[in-house]
């Protein structure tokens, strides 16, 4: 017997939730890498109105774009309403997704956020796509700016 939760729409798993049909900002990851730089200058007490969101799950490998937090894409859906109000508390005005690409989960996930965000009315928080995902960044960058940066997980990518 399935429980009541299993039999709700919170039971779809991420491959059976429709992509969103709202469309989403992509950012360059220069854009983004010059916001993390404004934010390390300004200290311990900077107020940051972004959030780098990675949402990857079993490949998240080789580090990570410093200051973002990893929220499974897999279970992505199911929390968009709990990440807002944290988002809203703190005063986030753009969230920025990516994963390994950003082929399919991280603008997946951009787009069921921006349409949270449709659906309550709020206007001051977005949803973005990060151009070329985390590969991108570490193409571009070659492990700057990045959390538990491992070269030997990039291979010749590093080099």
């Given at each position: 017997?399935?429980?009541?939760?299993?039999?709700?729409?919170?039971?779809?798993?991420?491959?059976?939730?429709?992509?969103?049909?709202?469309?989403c900002?992509?950012?360059?990851?220069?854009?983004?890498?010059?916001?993390?730089?404004?934010?390390?200058?300004?200290?311990?007490?900077?107020?940051?109105?972004?959030?780098l969101?990675?949402?990857?799950?079993?490949?998240?490998?080789?580090?990570?774009?410093?200051?973002?937090?990893?929220?499974?894409?897999?279970s992505?859906?199911?929390?968009?309403?709990?990440?807002?109000?944290?988002?809203?508390?703190?005063?986030?005005?753009?969230?920025?997704?990516?994963?390994?690409?950003?082929?399919?989960?991280?603008?997946?996930?951009?787009?069921?956020?921006?349409?949270?965000?449709?659906?309550?009315?709020?206007?001051?928080?977005?949803?973005?796509?990060?151009?070329?995902?985390?590969?991108?960044?570490?193409?571009?960058?070659?492990?700057?700016?990045?959390?538990?940066?491992?070269?030997?997980?990039?291979?010749?990518?590093?080099?």
């Amino acid at each position: 017997m399935a429980s009541s939760e299993q039999q709700g729409s919170s039971a779809l798993a991420f491959e059976e939730i429709p992509p969103s049909d709202v469309s989403c900002a992509v950012m360059e990851p220069s854009e983004v890498y010059e916001w993390i730089e404004r934010t390390k200058a300004a200290g311990d007490h900077a107020q940051k109105d972004f959030l780098l969101v990675d949402v990857r799950r079993n490949d998240w490998e080789g580090g990570t774009i410093a200051t973002s937090v990893n929220l499974p894409a897999q279970s992505f859906y199911h929390t968009r309403s709990g990440v807002y109000q944290l988002c809203k508390q703190a005063g986030i005005k753009k969230v920025i997704f990516y994963c390994g690409s950003c082929g399919s989960r991280g603008p997946k996930c951009a787009g069921w956020f921006q349409e949270y965000l449709n659906s309550v009315g709020e206007v001051e928080m977005t949803a973005a796509i990060l151009k070329g995902g985390v590969k991108g960044w570490q193409k571009t960058y070659n492990g700057q700016n990045m959390d538990h940066y491992d070269a030997n997980a990039w291979g010749s990518q590093s080099k």
